[in-house]
């Protein structure tokens, strides 16, 4: 597989042979992928027994007056851990499932191993000691950092890499929930954001491979079970749309609060491997009267399906000191994802509206679990930006074709609220405050990320700032060039000068004055860290040949041009490129 970028063969019978190497590529990937994220998993719930963070594990310690001792030492201990761990990673940082979409989304480079496999670490000790955080999160990256390795072991080009980390990806989500579809659909709609027929068959490879291994293999349970549920009255759907509308803003709290705790924490006279230390401690205090909030919070989603096991207030009080535990853990420091932690928050302020709705009206308490399965959906699909797979999660664990119906009827309206008023998803904002905008689409992401140096041309008529203008067009004439940039004995860059505006100064009688005082105003400059996308748009406000570029605004020590051409070539070949990954010809 030496360049997978490239026409493999000729004709019909290459492509083909290209398409089975991609699937045994995928299933490969999806293999391991799903061992690791078998082992991820359970080596959580280990140890969640072993540190009294599970509720059972909690209800049988032993001796039960040190309990309140262990709950508070546990994360505080777990959060020191985790912050040591993160000297070790590049950049200081955890990475997450962003960091996986902008490796895809702009194809500047592959996952590191060494980042990968410390977040996991660092993810597992979060998890282990009981830090409000999802498991999500950690699996997709560890999924998608095994594709990029996979692939490069194989020397895959970028695109068969992309197609690699998207199988990952979805061979751990089909392993962890039992969901293949749901990982299949995951991996298309949030990493690779499109559905090409060319990664279809190697992403489906892998979760069908994950799902086996899980359920078959291992036996293992999903993530989380909803019980058999009531039918719900016709009138029940307009309550499940509201619903959505609503999960859109809990959401959106949700997201900010995380993003805003962030934010409290860089301004913290507190060094950064110190603060998930303190986090895990408040988090413990705060576990000593409500334990609910501490871990993933499996049981906790399990009771607020179940009529009668949480009351109005309960569920209300557990809902917003486990967003704000989320918010804190996430925001200090602690590695993990956003998914689980807003799978409670949604699935109780589903539980709460259907209590609330249960006591004013004749709805029956067996459509509770409806209604948190509503509002699980309704808050989780606008965090992940990922409707299609939060309606599958729900169909595929539940196989209730009623309960997915009403699911649906709560996304219809999540989404598109949640997009209006905070973004497509968290990640994307997380995307954006780094400098990487998707929402005006990958080829825009992926033009932003490419430099104009590779384009620079010095084929061009340069000349000195206090050349007459007769020398001027003599020069640019013989050339024929009709533009020419001036640029003096320093090389500093002083402006560019036109072949028709020198000649008409020239027939007006001007002929012995300096051509730098007939420089073109409107021209623009460029920076050598400039992006292919940057000098597109700066064509749109002129009409000329090409672009000066210099070494720094600062200097302006002139090194070159970008013709237009040049620039219209790229984005063509961009887009060509683009075309032929997502059709499938490529």
Known sequence: MENPDQPFGQGRAGAVLLLLLLVLLGAAVGVIAALLGLGFVSL??????????????????????????????????????????????????????????????????????????????????????????????????????????????????????????AAGVAAVIATAFNAPLAGIVFAHEVVLRHYALRAFAPVAAAGIVGHVLADVVFDRDALFHVAETGVPQVWEFGAFLLIGALGALVAGA?????????????????????????????????????????????????????????????????????????????????????????????????????????????????????????????????????????????????????????????????????????????????????????????????????RVLPYLSRACVRLRPEISLREAVTTMSHADHGEAYLVDDHQRYRGTVTLARLAAAAEDGAAAESAVDYVDPGRPVLPQTASVWEAMGELQHFAGEAIAVVEDRRSQRFLGVIYESALTRAYLDKTEELRREEYGSG
């Open 44 to 165: 959580i719930r280990w140890l969640n027994d072993l540190l009294a963070i599970s509720p059972r594990a909690r209800m049988l310690f032993q001796p039960g007056e040190w309990l309140p001792a262990v709950t508070i030492a546990v994360p505080a201990i777990g959060g020191l851990v985790v912050g040591l761990l993160h000297l070790w990673i590049p950049g200081g940082r955890p990475h997450t499932p962003a960091d996986v979409i902008a490796a895809v989304q702009t194809r500047r480079g592959r996952l590191p191993a060494r980042a990968g496999v410390l977040t996991a670490c660092s993810s597992l000790v979060s998890l282990g000691s009981g830090a409000s955080v999802g498991q999500y999160g950690p699996l997709v990256h560890i999924g998608a950092t095994l594709g990029s390795l996979v692939a490069r072991a194989l020397r895959a080009g970028r695109s068969a890499d992309n197609i690699a980390i």
């Open 254 to 450: 949700y997201m900010h609060a995380i993003l805003g705790v962030g934010r409290i924490s860089e301004r913290l006279p507190v060094p950064a491997p110190l603060q998930p230390a303190i986090a895990g401690a408040l988090l413990g205090l705060t576990a000593l009267w409500v334990p609910d909030i501490l871990g993933i919070g499996e049981e906790t989603l399990r009771l607020a399906t179940i009529d009668g096991a949480f009351g109005p207030w309960e569920l209300a009080l557990v809902l917003v000191l486990k967003l704000m535990a989320t918010a804190l853990c996430l925001g200090m420091g602690f590695s993990g994802g956003v998914f689980s932690p807003a799978l409670v928050v949604g699935t109780l302020f589903g539980a709460l509206c259907g209590t609330v709705i249960g006591g004013l009206t004749d709805a029956q308490g067996a459509t509770l679990a409806v209604y948190a399965v509503c509002g699980m959906v309704a808050v989780t699909a606008p965090v992940i930006g990922a409707p299609l797979t939060s309606l599958l999660i729900v169909f595929e664990l539940t196989g209730n074709y009623v309960l997915a119906m009403a699911a649906l009827a709560s996304i219809a309206l999540a989404n598109p609220v949640g997009a209006q008023m905070f973004g497509r998803s968290l990640f994307d904002i997380q995307l954006k405050q780094s400098g990487l905008d998707l929402s005006s689409g990958r080829s825009r992401a992926m033009l932003e990320g490419m």
